[in-house]
């Protein structure tokens, strides 16, 4: 299974309104040589992949970073980054520079490398994720600021971890269903599926041979995904049978199975205070923030994010869709038009 919330969130999306046809940009890859990371482990031939689409204009301030979202790739984005308005982030207005994050077996994963393939590649941050991406804008495409940062989901994660890691490189950020910070149930959650993850033998300790299917970890993703009012109103009990058959299988075709746990860790170790004050991390905040949740997210508590807005008196935008962790693209024609104009706005 590729755990891909996003790209069931561009489904949603392209099934509600027109689709905009865009050729997919080819993917790049920004060369990082040896990237060390907060534990003090090095990531050795380190890469970035990133897709860009619209136009850096002459004055190159229209530049924003997406980082994808939990085991997303940037060719999965689809019309969430599209021309026109009913998007997360118009191209015919923005530079949209698509950056795939650590572990998702594109960009430098356990699944890729060769130097430390498998259970040898280091367990990295959200924090590293960030760092890497801030060598990607200032060393490979040569940008000293950008308009924004706009992330969801693990995307929105590193839309905090950029505005107090690298508080004046941009004048804008945008998490949507982002966190700055795990509650216990979250880390509830995230332990349970990397809990099921290592305990299956399938998986074999990480030294599998072909990728593991992993039911469980489907199952606990799918069930926390959305809510219970979703998934009853979308499977009748006649269609429960499929539905399970079809989740349990499709980690098979997916993601490696090492990638999603990499990934599973960063997650996990979200905290933009690592253990200190969030209080006096707020304090480093200069870009302004819109912060989208979702009440009833069952993957990502709304909790964090809302406490941490107040501190720093960002605009919030709290979503009551029972699609959960998936609401972004249920109320896409809610969320669309009050990004653009937040990123407008001077």
């Given at each position: 299974?590729?755990?891909?919330?996003?790209v069931?969130?561009?489904?949603?999306?392209?099934?509600?309104?027109?689709?905009?046809?865009?050729?997919m940009?080819?993917?790049?890859?920004?060369?990082?040589?040896?990237?060390?990371?907060?534990?003090?482990?090095?990531?050795?031939?380190c890469?970035?992949?990133?897709?860009?689409?619209g136009?850096l204009d002459?004055?190159?301030?229209?530049?924003?970073?997406?980082?994808m979202?939990?085991?997303?790739?940037s060719?999965?984005?689809?019309?969430?980054?599209?021309?026109?308005?009913?998007?997360?982030?118009?191209t015919?207005?923005?530079?949209?520079?698509?950056?795939?994050?650590?572990?998702?077996?594109?960009?430098?994963?356990?699944?890729?490398?060769?130097?430390?393939?498998?259970?040898?590649?280091?367990v990295?941050?959200?924090?590293?994720?960030?760092?890497?991406?801030?060598?990607?804008v200032?060393?490979?495409?040569?940008?000293?600021?950008?308009?924004?940062?706009?992330g969801?989901?693990?995307?929105?994660?590193?839309?905090?971890?950029?505005?107090?890691d690298?508080?004046?490189m941009?004048?804008r950020?945008?998490?949507i269903?982002?966190?700055?910070?795990?509650?216990?149930?979250?880390?509830?959650?995230?332990?349970?599926?990397?809990?099921?993850?290592?305990?299956?033998r399938a998986?074999?300790?990480?030294?599998?041979?072909?990728?593991?299917?992993?039911?469980l970890?489907?199952?606990?993703?799918q069930?926390?995904?959305?809510?219970?009012?979703?998934?009853v109103?979308h499977?009748?009990r006649?269609?429960?049978?499929?539905?399970?058959?079809h989740?349990?299988?499709?980690?098979?075709?997916?993601?490696d199975?090492?990638?999603?746990?990499?990934?599973l860790?960063?997650?996990?170790?979200?905290?933009i205070?690592h253990g200190?004050?969030?209080?006096?991390?707020?304090?480093?905040?200069?870009?302004?923030?819109?912060?989208?949740?979702?009440?009833?997210?069952?993957?990502?508590?709304?909790?964090?994010?809302l406490?941490?807005?107040?501190?720093?008196?960002?605009?919030?935008?709290?979503?009551?869709?029972?699609?959960?962790?998936m609401?972004?693209?249920?109320?896409?024609?809610?969320?669309?038009p009050?990004?653009?104009?937040?990123?407008?706005?001077?």
């Amino acid at each position: 299974m590729r755990q891909r919330c996003g790209v069931l969130w561009a489904a949603l999306l392209l099934a509600g309104s027109a689709a905009h046809a865009q050729q997919m940009p080819p993917v790049q890859y920004a060369e990082l040589g040896a990237c060390m990371l907060e534990s003090g482990a090095t990531i050795e031939s380190c890469r970035l992949g990133y897709r860009t689409f619209g136009t850096l204009d002459a004055a190159r301030d229209n530049a924003v970073l997406f980082p994808m979202w939990f085991t997303g790739r940037s060719g999965d984005v689809g019309a969430l980054v599209a021309p026109g308005p009913g998007h997360f982030v118009d191209t015919s207005k923005f530079f949209v520079i698509v950056v795939d994050p650590f572990g998702n077996g594109v960009s430098s994963s356990p699944s890729n490398s060769k130097a430390q393939h498998g259970t040898a590649f280091p367990v990295f941050t959200i924090r590293d994720m960030v760092r890497a991406q801030q060598r990607l804008v200032r060393d490979t495409l040569h940008l000293a600021h950008l308009r924004a940062v706009v992330g969801e989901s693990m995307g929105g994660m590193q839309c905090f971890e950029w505005a107090v890691d690298a508080p004046a490189m941009m004048d804008r950020a945008v998490s949507i269903v982002g966190s700055p910070q795990l509650t216990s149930y979250d880390l509830l959650v995230w332990s349970a599926e990397k809990e099921a993850l290592e305990s299956d033998r399938a998986y074999m300790s990480g030294r599998y041979k072909a990728n593991p299917a992993l039911p469980l970890v489907s199952y606990l993703h799918q069930m926390n995904l959305s809510s219970p009012e979703f998934r009853v109103d979308h499977t009748t009990r006649e269609q429960f049978p499929e539905y399970l058959r079809h989740t349990g299988t499709e980690m098979h075709t997916g993601t490696d199975a090492n990638d999603y746990l990499r990934q599973l860790q960063a997650v996990l170790s979200q905290d933009i205070a690592h253990g200190g004050d969030i209080f006096g991390v707020a304090r480093l905040v200069q870009a302004k923030m819109l912060i989208i949740n979702a009440q009833q997210d069952h993957m990502v508590n709304p909790i964090p994010a809302l406490s941490f807005a107040k501190l720093i008196h960002a605009q919030t935008v709290v979503l009551q869709s029972d699609c959960g962790h998936m609401a972004p693209g249920c109320e896409i024609n809610t969320i669309s038009p009050v990004i653009d104009q937040f990123l407008a706005q001077k």
